[in-house]
């Protein structure tokens, strides 16, 4: 059983910075892609920022220069810088990833739980 834990959400002023942290647990053999995405209640979830297992990085326009992915995979953990924040990056925050668990070669994709970033107006 593989599992996706985010923390690090909160509510932040205008300008300010947040942390977000996601880990893998369970039986993993390997971890691809990771990714942040975002959602705000009754619309859909969109994509923030992913990171391949090489580093390669890709970001949403709206978050380019102040948003930095990031990932430890000796912790199996993804990491969202985030700066100069904005109310409208208000959202439910979740990560992404494609893991493929020791009973398989296979890549499969798993959710966290999501955590909520408030940037109050």
């Known amino acids: 059983q593989v599992q996706l834990v985010e923390s690090g959400g909160g509510l932040v002023q205008p300008g300010g910075s947040l942390r977000l942290s996601c880990t893998a647990s369970?039986?993993?053999?390997?971890?691809?892609?990771m990714r942040w995405y975002r959602q705000l209640s009754g619309k859909q979830r969109d994509m923030v920022a992913t990171i391949s297992r090489g580093g390669s990085t890709n970001y949403a326009d709206s978050v380019k220069g102040r948003f930095t992915i990031s990932r430890d995979d000796a912790k199996n953990t993804v990491y969202l810088q985030m700066n100069s924040l904005k109310p409208e990056d208000t959202a439910f925050y979740y990560c992404n990833a494609d893991i493929s668990p020791l009973s398989s070669a296979s890549y499969y994709s798993h959710w966290g739980q999501g955590t909520q970033v408030t940037v109050p107006s």
């Open positions: 369970g039986s993993i053999r390997s971890i691809n892609y």
